[in-house]
């Protein structure tokens, strides 16, 4: 039986029900990561292993969640990262996913791969919204991208820099996501399994993706358009070419994918704003730390110089008070809010935002303490391997 909607509560919970609404193809997208998907689970376990440490006898009646970073101040330290294909798991998602950000009073990152173009925002980019680039091995490409972002009224560019090569994500590999650039009789079959997805989609066929319009080259279905993109990443991406988007681009710049200390210092020598802590969610190199493990050295050596956010792992308001903890200044959502939005569209997300909202104030008061500002490493203690 299928559960109500006022049952989906948590990451998991819209998890399994995204698993029933959703082809093969797409959750597997969604759920999977490289190789033996070793670094995925490590981001969650890492934060398993996290121990919180209770304080009793603290006024804590005047609590106050918000935090201030990207250039704004929000009602929680938590932002929505930037996820490819998100319009391909429920039609019209990227506009929920802004629409509910911004009502809950936190910010949002559209991913590179968004079917939605920088210009097509359905409301104005506000203080902390961002879009996601990769850098192409065309830089005259890239330049004009990064025109059309400024152009669109963003002031916060997010720069990926840990995909100099795609991860091997055997899920999509069997699945044929890899290879393909329309789907098979065996995709076809499979999503006609699932009316309630396919009906959906209908109201937005064919999908194209944004950030491609203008580009014949690229073909017209957004797999397409999405495998040519992914060829179009620049692998010789290093210090100077960082450089150069740093000069190119004149607002707040944050780089995505930094998981060593001598990267971040990188990172600050050529003028990056911010940086997060990522491992790409376990989907590039298998293997690598998980993300909160390799926040606290990261944090040391960025010493307050730039912001330090991060993702990976989050499921629970309590791991971005353990985050916020270790030296984040706030927490980037991944796959949780992508579950609840495949689910059970922007309902499931306003769900999903609201009950980690409340576990993570609910965690804050029991710290005794009033606000994220207050939170250090006297708050936790750590032992994972």
């Known amino acids: 039986m299928a559960r109500r909607r ?61 935090s201030r970073f990207l250039g704004g101040s929000f009602d929680l330290p938590l932002m929505l990262g930037p996820i490819g294909s998100l319009g391909m798991f429920r039609a019209g998602a990227e506009t929920d996913a802004i629409r509910t950000a911004h009502r809950f009073g936190i910010p949002v990152c559209l991913s590179a791969f968004a079917m939605t173009g920088p210009e097509d925002m359905p409301e104005p980019p506000r203080p902390g919204d961002a879009w996601q680039l990769y ?16 152009a669109a009224g963003f002031g916060t560019l997010f720069v990926t820099v840990d995909t100099a090569v795609s991860g091997l994500r055997e899920r999509d590999i069997r699945n044929g996501l890899r290879r393909i650039t329309r789907p098979n009789p065996a995709m076809l079959c499979d999503m006609a399994r699932h009316p309630r997805w396919l009906l959906d989609l209908v109201r937005v066929w064919p999908p194209q993706m944004g950030i491609a319009r203008g580009w014949p080259e690229a073909g017209r279905s957004y797999l397409e358009q999405a495998a040519y993109l992914a060829g179009q990443i620049d692998p010789s991406f290093d210090r100077r070419g960082l450089e150069w988007l740093r000069a190119r681009w004149k607002g707040r710049l944050v780089v995505k994918g930094v998981l060593h200390p ?36 990261i944090a040391a050596a960025v010493a307050s110089r730039a912001e330090v956010l991060l993702d990976g792992g989050i499921r629970r308001g309590a791991d971005v008070v353990k985050a916020l903890s270790l030296g984040a200044d706030a927490c980037l959502l991944g796959r949780a809010y ?40 006297e708050d936790v203690s750590a032992g994972w391997a």
């Open 6 to 66: 006022e049952d989906l509560l948590t990451a998991e919970d819209f998890r399994r029900a995204a698993r029933r609404r959703l082809p093969r193809l797409f959750f597997d997208y969604i759920d999977g990561a490289a190789g033996d998907e070793i670094t995925a689970r490590r981001n969650c376990a890492a934060f398993a292993q996290i121990a919180l440490q209770p304080r009793a006898l603290r006024d804590v009646s005047d609590r106050s969640p918000g």
């Open 338 to 377: 992508v579950f609840a939005l495949a689910a059970a569209g922007e309902a499931g997300l306003a769900a999903c935002l609201g009950h980690l909202r409340q576990e993570f104030d609910t965690a804050l008061a029991l710290l005794g303490k009033v606000s994220p500002a207050d939170l250090g490493p």
């Open 135 to 150: 850098v192409l091995k065309e830089r005259g490409r890239t330049g004009a991208i990064v025109d059309r972002i400024a």
């Open 262 to 297: 001598d990267d971040a210092r990188v990172c600050l020598d050529a003028g990056a704003d911010a940086m997060v802590v990522s491992n790409h969610g376990g989907r590039q190199l298998d293997g690598a730390p998980a993300t909160i493990a390799a926040l606290p050295a």
